[in-house]
């Protein structure tokens, strides 16, 4: 019931009282700028696209041998704020998400942050937009709750057998060596996440994590066994 309680009450102050929820806007992490269109994730309001983009610039994939270009996916990519991470630290991207508006914001801020010959982005459901090929390193900030979106906006919070599409594919698309970074939060289904990732045979370690007090937001390494 708190729960409950506690997530009716963020959605109703950051619809009435964030001037940034829906609106386009500027935000920035660190010294990078994004652009944040009305129909897209805020990553910065949400805090979940700005944890992730702490949680990319240490990780070892991207800060190992720098004569290769690590081949990144940033999957259900939102404004890009994964794409944008993961190219500074020298990754060739592929950007996809489901959201029309999402994969036109993910093409501004690379462009924005001059990454468009590193960051390419494609419209589609989850791996459909990458079918057989394989990855250093997948991102992933999904949706936290189960049901059908509403509109644009609402497939970033909601959505169907998200987990288990999620888990089935990833062993599909990474290299040997490659991992995934996932975002998960006590503030939705983490609990069933984790749960699908250890029954598709993926090592789940966390690599970052910190409780904002309505939430634990945590970022999870998954690799093959």
Request: hydrophobic share 40%; charged share 20%; proline share 5%.
């Amino acid at each position: 019931m708190r729960k409950t309680i506690t997530r009716l009450w963020l959605t109703l102050r950051h619809q009435i009282f964030g001037l940034r929820y829906r609106r386009l806007t500027i935000e920035y992490i660190d010294d990078t700028a994004l652009i944040v269109l009305p129909e897209v994730f805020n990553p910065v309001l949400f805090r979940t696209g700005e944890y992730l983009a702490r949680a990319i610039q240490a990780t070892p994939t991207l800060n190992g041998d720098k004569h290769q270009q690590p081949l990144v996916l940033d999957l259900g990519c939102g404004s890009g704020v994964g794409a944008v991470f993961a190219a500074r630290c020298g990754a060739h991207v592929i950007a996809v998400d489901l959201n029309p508006e999402a994969v036109r914001c993910t093409q501004l801020n690379a462009l924005l942050n001059h990454f468009e010959d590193k960051i390419e982005t494609r419209h589609g459901d989850l791996f459909e937009p990458v079918k057989g090929q394989h990855f250093d390193l997948v991102l992933f900030n999904p949706p936290f709750y189960l049901g059908q979106p509403k509109d644009n906006l609402d497939m970033a919070w909601r959505g169907k057998k998200i987990f288990e599409r999620f888990a089935d594919g990833l062993k599909n698309h990474l290299k040997p060596s490659g991992c995934a970074l996932v975002v998960l939060s006590t503030d939705g289904e983490s609990r069933a996440a984790v749960a699908e990732l250890n029954e598709n045979g993926f090592m789940i370690n966390p690599t970052l994590q910190r409780d904002f007090g309505n939430e634990v937001i945590t970022v999870y390494m998954a690799s093959l066994a």
